[in-house]
């Protein structure tokens, strides 16, 4: 018999930048390629250093240390530096990004009741890539490195010989750190409360699939302050075996983070449907109090799908632009309102001032091939002072049954014989203009204060009679003697609109029942929608949140216009907490269904979930079945500030990451003052969690293929090769660096036989520039040169360049030269390496002779650039031609051969000058120096700047090839305008 334990998966906040460009590279394997590199970086390996294996794991942000018996992790790093547009490689200024922590575990072994029967003693680590084992006679522990984390499983081969009491498997953790064990979670924090490694969601399974009782426990009788035992107890009475223990981590899969403090970034979230048309979800997040064009103006934020998930910075932002309207406050997909199969959206800006002061509006934005439009089709106004409208906005899915998607809007301050009554509209949709007409329909609260409205959703076809339907919350209505005990409305869809609805009252005061609503979708797949309410609860007086779930049913919504409902609901659950005001079902929405099991989910918001004295609000997953919702939440995630309003909102992501699993999307608008989202990815296994987000605001990954180039033939198989830089790279030293070579055949190129060259100095960003050289010895074979600007001699940072020969087994791992950039000039700033590229042969010896760029050269900034002379024996590591530019203006910022443009035999030379100013402020510059029997010419032989402030040419240059077909070579170079940035290219053709 075996017992599988699948144990602890180690998480951090993940995020990845692959950023580069090629030319002809096949995209299909270009991308398998990059993702095979991001790969080897999980690899476990030696460590000569610690004499242990390891294992980085960037994505998280972790570094795994191995023992006999377990492993230690820590930070991979805890601070790096700032990266500035204009010098991303700099050095100036260091931010952190983690404490400096440490946790070590230990597998002690396992037994029943406690006691260890069969203590583990590891023999042999065996390692295959990112995957080890290490084993004794009773036991196998098993480690996968990859992005998700570090999973450790285990094996259990022999079962415990007594058969009394409960199967024990205790393990032991050493930490400074609080170290909290409850029956469902294991959390590591800080004094301060933040934590560091959390795990919930026990999940245990016999081999018919039976779930089986288990629990952690802490065992009493600690080691010392530092070390504790702990256990997973495991109830396995009649179980078959193996076992699978699985606890699950709960972390988002995506985030982001506001820049700006106090702009409630995330007090709004929603799928925004498929704006673009790509096939994967997007998303949309409201930040009402973002400053851009006006104080508390507000902004919206869009984030487009993709195959890999969503991006780190935002696709559109739309700001508001007038101080005060609070743009963002509520957002929506529309659906698709004009019937060209683009998803729109909806968003309120519930202070906007038209006509009359406050009256608020909505705007809806098409969807298009090129994502959302810049500006709205159509605006809808409050018409009215203080009415508030846009307050919630909602797709309202297929009113009418004429193909094309409604809207629903809310204006609950809205007056009309009853002061604050509130309305609600529905506008109808169609092919003319813009798809929506307005105020087809509208409805209103006939009580005063009643705040009709407050809420509004879709309900999907509640009733089942093939037209949407919308759910209206007014939680300020009274109800008899309650006051504000709230109640919520059903009004049916059909083809001649709304004609009939139900209802149902709250029935306690302050219970504002239908403070939150949402269709539910269906969560027990009897093909009806489901809706999904929130309210407040005073028994005992505990005020406590509440949500309620009624499954739809075939109402007969042609003969009866309006009945009351006055059943129980179908599913309630609250968080039985003793603390006042927890929130819980503030928030409310449909999850999907983020577990493929055809059941619709819902996820539910506790914006003031109350943890170790602190308010840090939470966020709670119910799965749906044949019986409807579960009765206990299946996932959770605790937010980790006070008072961040983690849960303020929550809502479908749709599929952002096209895996055919629902996504989900959480907004944390107190977050550092700022505002956060979270978004979880959907999978088999349910919602799929990493943990904690330590890494925020700060560029993360190994950066692969922010260098390409041709290799050219480094093996003489008459095939390209071509090579990659990945100046972060870690492979044994923290952001070393490395460069990836890989060769062709006929069959192209093989991913997954590759060379991988490493920097083997921590920090030397070795790979931030890749290229050929050409052949530098004249032996038949190309040659590479990969940049390390970051290389250090003693403590200064001078840069350095290596040259790694070809030969008939192609390239050697080891340099067979370095240039140090100290060997120029030793007070020179470092960047010597940045920018590197083959000459050509720009004195006709048949020889290829390289080209170096320093922009920072010099105390004054003038900058450098350096051209070696190849030979019979290869490069010298001394220059043979030097240029140096002007003072503060950087030359060398960018450097390529120019192929031989005047058409004499000889290759010629570009460089750029992004910086130079001559009259106009970093207005850039362009230089060509050809070449000829001596080399280069000492001056330029063609030159041209832009005369235009903050243009910025020569910011990135290259040979164009010949372009009109004259036989002169011809070079194009770029602006980007660093005021605008709308950017410009620049083609110029060569002549005699």
Known sequence: MKLLIGFLTFLLLPFTFLLGNGDSINQDWYSAALDNIKKQEYHITYSEESGFYQSPNRNNNLRFTYKNNGFIVTPRITETFKTYANDPLSRKEKIKVSDDWKAEFTVLGYGRNGNIENKFEGREFIVDQNTAFIDDKNMKVDYI??????????????????????????????????????????????????????????????????????????????????????????????????????????????????????????????????????????????????????????????????????????????????????????????????????????????????????????????????????????????????????????????????????????????????????????????????????????AEGNQVNAHFGLSVSTAGDYNGDGFSDIIIGAPDFNVLTFDDAGLFLIYFGSSSGITSYIFKFGSESSGNFGKSVSTAGDVNGDGYSDVIIGRNSTIDAVYRGVTEVYHGYDFDSENISSLELVQAPDWSAD?????????????????????????????????????????VGGAFLYYGSSNGLESNYSWMVEGTQNNGLYGNSVGIAGDVNGDGYSDIIIGESGFNGAGKAFVYFGSYEGMIDDYPEILIGTQIGSETGISVSTAGDVDGDGFSDIIVGAPNYDGGLQDEGAAFVYYGANDGIDQNSVLILEGNQADAKFGSSVSTAGDVNGDGYDDVIVGAPRKTIGSDIVGAIYLFEGSNSGLSASPNLIIYGDNINPNSNPDFGNAISTAGDVNGDGFADIIIGNQYYGPSGKGAVYGYYGSSSGLSNTASWVLIGNSNEGIGTSVSTAGDVNGDGYSDIIIGSNNYSNGQVSEGAVYVFHGSASGLSKNADWFIESDLDYASIGLDVSSAGDINGDGYSDVVFSAYNSTLKEGAIYLYHGSY
Not at 407 to 418: E, F, I, K, L
Request: aromatic fraction near 12%; hydrophobic fraction near 35%.
């Open 575 to 615: 968080l039985i907490s003793s603390i006042i005001v927890d929130g819980f079902g503030d928030a409310v929405s449909t999850a999907g269904d983020v577990n493929g099991d055809g059941f619709a989910d819902v996820v539910i918001g506790a914006k003031s979930f109350f943890v170790d004295g602190n308010f």
């Open 145 to 442: 490195n990859n992005e998700e984390g570090m999973r450790q499983n285990f094996t259990i081969y022999n079962k415990p010989k007594n058969d009394k009491g409960f199967l024990t498997f205790t393990f032991q953790v050493k930490t400074k750190e609080r170290l909290l064990v409850g029956a469902d979670a294991l959390v590591i924090k800080n004094e301060d409360k933040t934590e560091y490694m959390k795990y919930n969601s026990l999940k245990i399974w016999d081999a018919d699939g039976k779930e089986l009782r288990g629990w952690f426990e802490n065992v009493k009788n600690y080691v010392n302050e530092e070390t504790k035992q702990i256990q997973i107890v495991v109830n396995d009475l009649n179980a078959i075996y193996p076992i699978v223990i699985d606890p699950l981590s709960t972390t988002e899969d995506w985030s982001v983070v506001s820049a700006q403090v106090d702009s409630k970034f995330g007090f709004s979230v929603a799928t925004a449907g498929d704006v673009n048309g790509d096939g994967f979800s997007d998303i949309i997040i409201g930040a009402p109090y973002f400053e851009m064009g006006g104080v508390d103006g507000g902004a919206v934020f869009f984030y487009y799908g993709s195959a890999t998930g969503l991006p780190a910075n935002m696709n559109v932002l739309i700001p508001g632009g007038t101080a005060g309207i609070q743009f963002g406050y509520s957002v929506s997909t529309a659906g698709d309102v004009n019937g060209d199969g683009f998803s729109d959206v909806i968003i309120g800006s519930p202070y906007r001032t038209y006509n009359y002061s406050n009256e608020g509006a909505a705007y809806v934005y098409h969807g298009s091939p090129g994502g959302l439009e810049s500006f709205p089709s159509i605006t809808f106004e409050g018409g009215q002072a203080d009415a508030h409208l846009g307050t919630c906005v909602s797709t309202a899915g297929d009113f009418d049954g004429n193909g094309y998607s409604d809207v629903v809007v809310s204006a609950p301050n809205y007056t009309q014989g009853q002061s604050e009554e509130g309305r609600v509209y529905v506008f109808y949709s169609s092919d003319v203009g813009s798809g929506l007409t307005q105020n087809n329909w509208n």
